[in-house]
Structure formats: structure tokens, C-alpha cells
């Protein structure tokens, strides 16, 4: 079989994978953190006269990343406005009246382009701006593309960069409050939900078009499992007398479990090959699992199975499942079938002899 195709198919996946990243507060609820609470959050903070004493640090960020806004003073002539009503009852996320000038924001994390613009600005130039006034029309998106000419993109990723720099000196220059920490998680919150939209939507693309062989991946990597659970079986008839094959199959978070038991005993004890793939390369471990323990049982099965093992542990209600593991530094099919073996034999043992 050529593997040079799933090879490759392996290294542009790559790129898509999504690296576990800092957890905010605001990724804490059920329901995630939409568009609405975000742009109330984002009018507090830019609002140099909140209680949140950081002055015009996510304002004058703002204006740094719009063009032609130098000479602009950061500073509100009166507090945000949220959704402004048109005349055609249309709503416009966010006003922001400047010392003189006037922008007008909308918000897009979630949503396409389908605001009535032209309302929007009719709106704008009769009643928000001021003949003297400079008017700027923003689309923050996690894009920074804008359908409208007239509309400045802007994207989060653009506007983090900028007030966190900001951020950083007013933490150097002033002594640690509450809303600094909030603001600096609410950044991190904002990082992470607009880099995965746009990660997912590339990853969407790329798993449709690589579709069939991806599918052809899975199945191989199924008939891989497969053949060494049944190496694994082999083995244990093989070897260990009295064995009767019973093997069930998981897929645990991250990787394929084995477990191998004997059909003749009365508990669910098993061995257990774990095929951890966390990481980039595949971690495998052997743990035992003896189920139904009480004190006297407990004792025996340590004294009987410990020895090089990384970790002992128990589960279950009232401790009553004893867990041993080994680790393997790396796949060894012998190896690893050998301590399968090696681990079943005293099972077997411990089973059909201890436990009576």
C-alpha cells in the first residue's frame, strides 16, 4: 500500500489543528458569548469616563487602527449608544460620539455582511453627525473585510493587538485593579472566539474537499486496530491457559483502549491497551483493572501486580476498583503484546485462585 498520500494528507491537517488554548471566563457558560453582550462589553470599555479606570486605553486603541483618525481626539462627547434605533427601525450596534467626530460600528463575530448600510448611513448623516463633524462608518469582524466601500474593516485580531499594548503599560504604570484583569481576559475571550471561527471555516473547506481520503484514513486506521487486537487475542490463547476470549473496545478521549478479559470469571476485571495520542507521537500504556475488591482482595492484588508500574490509583464506589499502569516509552508490537500476556497470566491467577 503507498502511504505517501495519507502522508501527505497528515502534514496539511496539521495546520488546521487547533492548539489548547487559555480559557477566559467568558467561556465558561453554556451558551457561549454572542454578539450582543460583546458589543456591551466593548461600549463599557470604551467609554473613558466608565468606572473601569482605564482611561482611553481600549478608545484611543480604536481610532489607532481606523485611517485617517491621527488627529482625532479619544475622547466622548457623551456615553456609547447601543442599538440605535433608524427611522426604518433598523439598529446599529454601536455609536460612539467623539470629540469631533462621530463612528458608527458594527459588530459581526457570527454574522454575514447583511446589514442595510444605506440606512444606516442616511440615518447617520440626518441625525448622529454634525455638519462639523468627522463621520466614520467600522465593521469589526474576525475578518477585517468589509462589503461596503464606505465601511472601514476591522478586525478583532487588529484591535486586541492594539489595546493590548495599551493594556500592558497601564498594568506597568498603575497599581493592579479588578478591571484590568477583566479586560484582559475579555481580550483573551475575544482572541480565541474569533480565531476559532475563522480556523473553523478553513477547516470546514479542507476536510470537504480531502473528504474520501480522510474517510480512506479512518478505515485503515480501523483495520489497523483491528489486526492488532486480534495479534493481542492470538497471543492470549495462545499463552495463557484457560483463557477464554472476551474483548470490548473503547475510544477514550484521546485514543483507542483495549480490553481484554476472560469469559469464565465473574467480574469485569481486564487489561487494558491504551493507545494515548495526545501528543505527536503515540504514548502507549497497559493498565489493569481489578474489579469487586474489598480489603483483604486489595492487598493480595497489589502484593501479586506491583512492580514498574508508573501509577496506582482506584476507582469505583467505595474504592472497589484497584488500577494499575505501565508506561511504554514507545510502540513495540512485541513488546507491547508480551506485557499483555505477562499482565493477563496474573490476572488469570488472581482471578481463578486469589479471589476464591
Not at 16 to 33: H, I, K
Not at 82 to 91: D, F, Q, S
Not at 168 to 190: C, E, G, S
Not at 275 to 300: A, G, K, N, W
Request: one cysteine or more; charged letters at 25%.
Amino acid at each position: 500500500m503507498d502511504l505517501e498520500p495519507f502522508r501527505e494528507l497528515l502534514r496539511t491537517a496539521i495546520n488546521f489543528y487547533q492548539p489548547r488554548r487559555e480559557q477566559s471566563v467568558f467561556a465558561l457558560g453554556g451558551r457561549g458569548y454572542y454578539e450582543n453582550p460583546t458589543t456591551d462589553l466593548l461600549a463599557f470599555f470604551l467609554d473613558p469616563e466608565e468606572s473601569h479606570d482605564l482611561g482611553d486605553c481600549f478608545l484611543a486603541s480604536l481610532l489607532e487602527c481606523l485611517p485617517g483618525t491621527a488627529e482625532l481626539n479619544p475622547f466622548l462627547r457623551e456615553s456609547p449608544k447601543r442599538e440605535v434605533l433608524t427611522h426604518a427601525n433598523n439598529r446599529i450596534d454601536l455609536v460612539l460620539a467623539g470629540e469631533g467626530w462621530d463612528l458608527v460600528l458594527e459588530n459581526k463575530i457570527f454574522h454575514g455582511q447583511v446589514n442595510p448600510f444605506d440606512d444606516y448611513e442616511a440615518f447617520a448623516t440626518q441625525v448622529i453627525n454634525g455638519d462639523d463633524r468627522t463621520l466614520l462608518y467600522t465593521v469589526l469582524s474576525p475578518s477585517g473585510q468589509s462589503s461596503r466601500p464606505a465601511w472601514h474593516g476591522l478586525s478583532y485580531g487588529q484591535l486586541i493587538g492594539a489595546t493590548r499594548q495599551r493594556l500592558a503599560h497601564q498594568m506597568l504604570t498603575n497599581p493592579i485593579n479588578k478591571w484590568q484583569v477583566i479586560a484582559r481576559d475579555f481580550l483573551l475571550h475575544l482572541e480565541n472566539l474569533t480565531m476559532e471561527k475563522a480556523m473553523d471555516a478553513n477547516a470546514i473547506n479542507f476536510v470537504i474537499e480531502n473528504l474520501s481520503q480522510i474517510n480512506n484514513l479512518v478505515r485503515l486506521k480501523d483495520k489497523v486496530i483491528d489486526a492488532l487486537d486480534g495479534k493481542v487475542v492470538e497471543a492470549l490463547e495462545r499463552e495463557v491457559p484457560n483463557y477464554e476470549r472476551y474483548t470490548r473496545r473503547h475510544n477514550w478521549k484521546n485514543g483507542p483502549a483495549l480490553r481484554f478479559a476472560s469469559d469464565n470469571w465473574k467480574t469485569w476485571s481486564d487489561v487494558v491497551l491504551y493507545l494515548r495520542s495526545s501528543s505527536s507521537t503515540v504514548q502507549p500504556s497497559i493498565r489493569v483493572y481489578l474489579c469487586e475488591m474489598d480489603d483483604s482482595l486489595r492487598q493480595q492484588g497489589l502484593d501479586l501486580f506491583v512492580g514498574g508500574e508508573t501509577e496506582v490509583w482506584h476507582e469505583g464506589k467505595g474504592n472497589s476498583i484497584l488500577c494499575l499502569r505501565w508506561e511504554l516509552e514507545h510502540f513495540d508490537e512485541e513488546e507491547i503484546i508480551s506485557l499483555i500476556v505477562e499482565k493477563m497470566k496474573l490476572l488469570m491467577h488472581f482471578e481463578h485462585e486469589l479471589r476464591r
